[in-house]
């Protein structure tokens, strides 16, 4: 069964230190998405990516944070300049349309660390 | 702000009991509830409800959607310690995008 995956498992970093998370959504998918979840609180938005562009994007999604898919495959989160409260499991999900009738299909998770 | 709310947060059940778990919501633009399953790392999907009083069965796991009293209830019954996970409640919340707005989640631990 497809499934979204995502590397790499466990980023551990410095503050100040750029990181990127990738993730390889599901192949016929269209839709893109990144939510994080701080330990012990609820997996939050953070950005939706369709058409080479963001879609939508939640306030915590600031000019610290980018996204691309850089080529036919993968699709990336980098974070500039990292600050501790950065530290979260950060998830990428797929979908293969935007309609309500879609479901976001979860990848397993990079759990950043920043130290 | 869009605000899901699960209940309980947590609960500690044995084997072979029944567990209901609730989500209710306030949100500008309805489109879908969906319920996930998050054991140790991604959530896992279980169900999309977009009618209301139409029930989703998928084993011991059912599903039902009440849109005028915006709640959804989740139930398990005879419960085994595979169910053992936090389950999610989220809501697509965006004409756009189907952005989820997420709920606490509802850790279940059930007990031989």
């Known amino acids: 069964e497809p499934e979204v995956t995502q590397t790499p498992s466990h980023q551990v970093t410095q503050m100040g230190q750029e990181v990127i998370l990738r993730c390889v959504p599901i192949?016929?998918?269209?839709?893109f998405y990144w939510y994080r979840q701080i330990l012990g609180q609820k997996v939050e938005f953070l950005v939706s990516?369709?058409?080479?562009?963001?879609?939508?994007k939640s306030e915590i999604f600031d000019d610290q944070f980018s996204v691309e898919r850089p080529d036919g495959s993968n699709f990336t989160l980098k974070i500039r300049s990292t600050k501790l409260e950065d530290s979260a499991m950060y998830f990428c999900?797929?979908?293969?349309?935007?309609?309500?009738?879609?479901?976001?299909?979860f990848g397993p998770g990079t759990r950043l660390t920043v130290l | 702000e869009d605000k899901v709310v699960q209940s309980p947060l947590s609960l500690v059940v044995h084997e072979g009991d029944t567990v209901t778990l609730n989500c209710s919501y306030e949100?500008?633009?309805?489109?879908?509830l969906l319920w996930y399953k998050q054991e140790k790392k991604a959530p896992t999907f279980l169900f999309m409800l977009?009618?209301?009083?139409i029930e989703k069965k998928s084993g011991r796991l059912s599903s039902i959607l009440d849109k005028k009293e915006l709640f959804s209830i989740l139930n398990i019954t005879a419960t085994q310690t595979g169910d053992s996970a936090v389950y999610l409640c989220?809501?697509?919340?965006?004409?756009?995008?189907?952005?989820?707005?997420f709920g606490k989640g509802n850790q279940v631990v059930v007990i031989p």
């Open positions: 999900a797929s979908s293969e349309r935007r309609l309500a009738g879609d479901t976001q299909y």
């Open positions: 192949s016929n998918h269209l839709y």
């Open positions: 990516f369709y058409n080479n562009e963001i879609s939508e």
């Open positions: 949100v500008t633009n309805f489109r879908s």
């Open positions: 977009t009618s209301s009083g």
């Open positions: 989220a809501v697509a919340v965006s004409y756009g995008n189907n952005r989820l707005a």
